[in-house]
Each structure stands twice: as C-alpha cells, then as structure tokens.
C-alpha cells in the first residue's frame, strides 16, 4: 500500500514530475471540430438571466432575514440565503475563474471577483491553484485542490458541511497573504508577477470582514455577519454536498477524466445552484465548454464515458463505501465500467506510470 | 527567410484557425471575421497545451486548456493564466494561398 504525500513540495511531487505524470497528455474523446466549436460558443444571456435571478433571490431572502430577525422565524430564509451564499457563489467563482460563464470578459471578472470573496477564496491564488488542478487532476503532490485525501479524513469531511475546515484554513491564509506576502507551497503555482496582486487582494478581504465584525460590535448584533461571512459556514452544504461527488473514491495518479471524475444527473434547483457542474467529466475534458453547453455535450459525448450516476443519493452511495474503504486500504478506488462503444482505458500507460 | 506555403484561404473558416507545422516548429494560422490572415506560435505560453482545438472569438484565441486568452493580431496576452505574449509572424494570400514569413 502506497503512503500518499499531498504537499506540493513534497516526494509525491517530485515523483509526479520525474515520472512524467506531471506532463502528461490526458485522454479526450473524439470530437469534430465543427460540433465542439458550437457546444464552445460564448454568450451573455444565460449567465446574465441566472445571474438576475442568484442576487435578486439573495437580496429578497436576506432582506426577510433581517426583517424577522432575530426570531426563529427567521431561520428558513437564512438557510435559503446562505446555501446561495455558500454553495451557488462556488459554482460562480469556478464557472468565471474559466472565463466560460459570459461572452463579455468584465461580466466574468466582476462576478468572479464576488463570488471570490463570499468564498473567501483569494481570487488571484485560486485562478492559478484551479488551473493547476485542471492540468494535473487528482496528480498527488501536484493537484492543489484535492478534496478527499486518502486515507479519508472523515470528521473534515463532515464538518466541512457546514465549511468548519475550510473557514479555519482561509482566515489565516488570508492574514498570512495580507501581512507576510505570498505562502511558499503559493509559490509553485502562482508566477512571481502576480504575487503583489494576492497581496492586495487579501488587504481587501481582510478590510471588508473587519469592517463586518466592527459594525456587528457596534450594534451589539450578528446580524452583519449573517449577510457577510458567517453564510459560508451555515451556507457550504450543498457545495460540500456536490464537490464530494466530482472526484471522491474515484482513481488519483492517471491521465483520463472518464477514471477520476464523475458526472451526477441532478435535479434543476442543484443544478442551478451547481451550474451544472454536475457534468464534470465532460467539464474536465472539455473546460472550453461554457455551463450552459455541458448538457448538450453530455450528450454528444456519454458513448465514450462510464454512465452518469442517475441521482446524489445513487452517487453517494457509491462514493461513501469506497471513502470508507480507503481508510484501511490506501489504494482501493472505483473503477467504472465503460460502454461497449467507448475506448478503453489506457491500462498499461498507467501500469507503468505506478510502477515508476 | 522565405515566404512558406502554409495552406488554402479555403482550409480555415471565418473565426477559426487550423495547426501547420513546419521544420519541426508548430504554428496556429487565424481566420479572422474580416476574412483577413494572422499566425501565431502554436503553443499557448502558459502550459503549452497546442491552441488548434483553442476557441476564436473575435480577433482572440483561448487556449483549450485553461482559457488563456491571446490577441492573435499581436500576440498580447489578455487574461490568465498566460502572462507571457505569444510570438506573431506576417502573413500574405497570394493566389488562394496563405504564405507566412517565419
């Protein structure tokens, strides 16, 4: 049984290097150009349509928040708000860190730079960190957005639900950036140039939740931070709840998409909130296809893919077991079958690279 | 150096771009809305993920792999994670002909 080292500056890092792993060419189904220009087509009015309806939703259920506060009656509508908060503003951030949610390049970086903050993810850092992830998914020591390690750390796993981990490791980051400078495992992914930007970028953050916290001292109330910051805990589950699925127990340490990440079929209101993520296999062989285009792809392309898991309770029913599983044993992870019409997987390629 | 043949006006649609490579270098040829030629380096400068399958909007390419966006007329770099220009070279049609000056 292999012992994994996620550090980026770690032995399983200079593996992935050395072994060739790092550069490797992944895997992509055969698409003609004409269909995949189509499916990549830019437009505004889709992302500007749920993008009315995100904030206007928002504005609507905090403002009933405020208004029952501080009565129990209250509560709904803050969960409502916060699971926007929370969970939508990560589809938000991820959908524009790709440039693929509208055709007008301000619209993107102007939402990217919201959702950014509501998930106190500083937008300079996570812009590289996600596009190292997408070069080298689930590549151990390279990936730095590996969200199930192994073995599974479950008491992360299930706190997270309510963003406990992930609020306790960006505050300090966040100090750490705004007051120190750039963090040395930062530093193998974002380029020297835009260090002074992650900089700058945590001084804001820092300044806007000190301002919160100051005026929620003043008034002697949480009520500012019920609309700013504290939605990122009593908001994360459903962003917890779908980013599990992506990647979890499914194969780290190859080059195919179709082995390490896993497409859901998901109601319309997680799919809203999720904007559509939920296709994530065609998202990681195909990160040129705008949200809106994932179902059409989807289509296009499920002959080469194993099938879609048909619901999130179907998937984490699947997912949870081999989670449990790889407590004890490092390795194990889930293989999914394949359609007699796709193209197999590259086993030996693979074989290979495991015994480097 | 001498003009090289690289394709037909024919072979790139309007908004599009196909690979040539040529004495073991790779280049992207551009199509533009205006019917007008452009070639760049083929690599994207960031990860070096080739730009052929990349997306032309306009007069920019987005390389497939992160979304790197270039101007292909000039080669600037417009949005990460590139940060590095991508080279350009002059391009001419002569007789159908697309001719790039490498």
Avoid at chain 1, 39 to 60: E, N, V
Avoid at chain 2, 46 to 73: M, S
Avoid at chain 2, 94 to 100: A, D, L, M, P, S
Wanted: some cysteine; aromatic content about 12%; glycine content about 6%.
């Amino acid at each position: 049984m292999t012992k994994r080292d996620y550090s980026l500056l770690g032995d399983d890092a200079r593996r992935a290097v050395d072994s060739g792993l790092a550069a490797a060419e992944w895997y992509h189904t055969d698409v003609p150009r004409k269909t995949m220009k189509a499916l990549m087509t830019r437009s505004d009015q889709p992302a500007i349509r749920d993008t009315i309806i995100l904030f206007g939703a928002m504005i609507a259920l905090a403002g009933i928040g405020i208004a029952l506060w501080p009565s129990w009656w209250s509560a709904p509508f803050w969960l409502a708000y916060g699971t926007l908060y929370g969970s939508a503003m990560d589809s938000r951030w991820h959908e524009c860190s790709h440039g693929t949610a509208f055709k007008t390049r301000w619209m993107n970086d102007a939402l990217y730079q919201i959702a950014s903050f509501c998930m106190m993810r500083n937008a300079t850092t996570w812009r590289w960190s996600h596009a190292r992830h997408h070069s080298e998914t689930y590549i151990v020591g390279r990936d730095p957005e590996i969200a199930v390690m192994r073995p599974p750390a479950f008491i992360k796993l299930v706190l997270n639900f309510v963003g406990v981990f992930d609020v306790a490791a960006a505050l300090p980051r966040m100090v750490y950036n705004a007051f120190v400078g750039v963090h040395p495992e930062e530093k193998t992914f974002i380029p020297e140039t835009e260090w002074p930007k992650v900089v700058r970028t945590a001084r804001i953050y820092v300044a806007i939740y000190a301002a919160t916290i100051g005026l929620a001292a003043w008034l002697g109330s949480l009520l500012p931070l019920m609309v700013i910051g504290l939605p990122r805990l009593y908001g994360a589950w459903h962003h917890v709840m779908t980013g599990l699925l992506q990647h979890g127990g499914l194969a780290d340490n190859v080059v195919d998409h179709r082995l390490n990440s896993r497409t859901v079929i998901m109601n319309p209101i997680s799919r809203f909130i999720y904007w559509n993520m939920n296709y994530h296999v065609e998202h990681h062989m195909f990160p040129m296809v705008p949200y809106h285009a994932l179902p059409q792809l989807h289509e296009t392309i499920k002959h080469d893919l194993p099938a879609a898991n048909r619901s999130i309770a179907e998937a984490f029913a699947e997912m949870w077991p081999a989670l449990v599983r790889q407590l004890r044993y490092e390795d194990f992870f889930i293989k999914r079958v394949l359609p007699d019409t796709a193209k197999p997987y590259r086993e030996d390629f693979h074989a290979a690279l495991a015994a480097e | 150096m001498p003009w090289i043949d690289a394709c037909a006006t024919d072979d790139i649609e309007t908004e599009d771009l196909i690979r040539f490579d040529h004495a073991g270098r790779t280049f992207a040829i551009y199509r533009s809305p205006e019917d007008t030629f452009f070639c760049t380096d083929g690599l994207c400068t960031h990860e070096h993920v080739h730009l052929e399958d990349g997306l032309v909007q306009d007069f920019e390419i987005e390389c497939p792999k992160h979304n790197a966006t270039f101007d292909y007329r000039t080669g600037e770099a417009l949005r990460a994670p590139a940060c590095v220009n991508l080279k350009t070279y002059k391009t001419r049609v002569e007789n159908g002909r697309v001719q790039i000056d490498i």
